[in-house]
């Protein structure tokens, strides 16, 4: 996350220091919501014993622990490039290769079976994503596959609240600057359009989430691990305090509360799941 998240998963200034202080506790706040999708993800690869694996931006290893129970016997590495998810993965996997890398240039030293990733692409830089992994594709050899999920929430509530709490005084003045807010995901049809030509088969889905969460604050937590950090690590204490009443009170008025008091989040995440030609 994994998404989400390090220095690969910023795309402007602002998102890009947030990569580097990636705190794996707030993360992990919501652990099994945030593993549900790794799960969905590796369901549909089509491979039965692949003996090496990447989990590529493998967070605090919660991905790489699914993996690692799917197939205990292949030789598995965790990259990311926040040292935080990094130093928790290996405390919570000790027999995991983890390692500190930047998506933007890693490519593997050796071929991998299966390049895996949960909840990262969507903090690369917009207008190079699809080629990076378009170049991780083309390390790997034929009958390789390649999976991953992104979160793809840019026109969810949670998300518009941001940027719009964000275009207001007082922060605007600090954050109007540093583009904080993450770009809606290429389509389907563009990744389709763009891997075809080095894949025999590609496999793209929509799933939606909807995560039931104590409460508005709840909310205000869960984005906290990764979307919202762009938008409040820039501020001051004060600033960072005021903005999140001001986007907890925005929350309140765009989700609902069920009639037992919790509220429902919807989550939208994209899946692609494609073989090496």
Request: with cysteine; glycine share 4%.
């Amino acid at each position: 996350m994994s998404s989400s998240t390090p220095t690969h998963r910023a795309f402007g200034s602002s998102a890009a220091k947030s990569a580097k202080d990636w705190s794996a506790a707030q993360y992990l706040k919501f652990e099994e919501e945030r593993t549900r999708p790794s799960r969905d993800l590796l369901s549909q690869v089509p491979l039965k014993a692949p003996k090496s694996i990447v989990d590529l931006g493998c967070g605090p290893g919660n991905s790489t622990a699914v993996l690692a129970e799917q197939f205990p016997d292949a030789q598995i590495k965790g990259v990311d490039s926040s040292a935080d998810m990094i130093e928790k993965a290996k405390k919570t996997l000790p027999n995991v290769n983890f390692s500190l890398q930047d998506l933007t240039t890693y490519i593997p030293k050796e071929p991998a079976d299966l390049l895996f990733s949960n909840a990262v692409f969507h903090w690369l830089p917009p207008k190079e994503r699809i080629n990076i992994i378009a170049n991780l594709i083309k390390s790997q050899r034929s009958g390789g596959v390649f999976a991953f999920q992104v979160p793809d929430n840019f026109t969810e509530p949670s998300h518009a609240a941001m940027r719009s709490v964000a275009e207001q005084k007082p922060w605007a003045n600090t954050l109007s600057s540093l583009h904080p807010a993450l770009p809606q995901f290429q389509s389907a049809q563009e990744i389709y359009n763009q891997l075809q030509p080095l894949c025999s088969s590609i496999n793209i889905w929509h799933t939606y989430y909807y995560h039931v969460l104590e409460d508005h604050q709840a909310i205000v937590e869960w984005v906290k691990g990764t979307g919202l950090r762009p938008f409040i690590d820039p501020l001051s204490e004060e600033e960072r305090k005021s903005y999140l009443e001001a986007y907890l009170n925005r929350i309140k008025e765009v989700y609902p509360s069920a009639q037992d008091g919790k509220v429902l989040l919807r989550y939208p995440r994209l899946f692609m799941v494609a073989v090496r030609s």
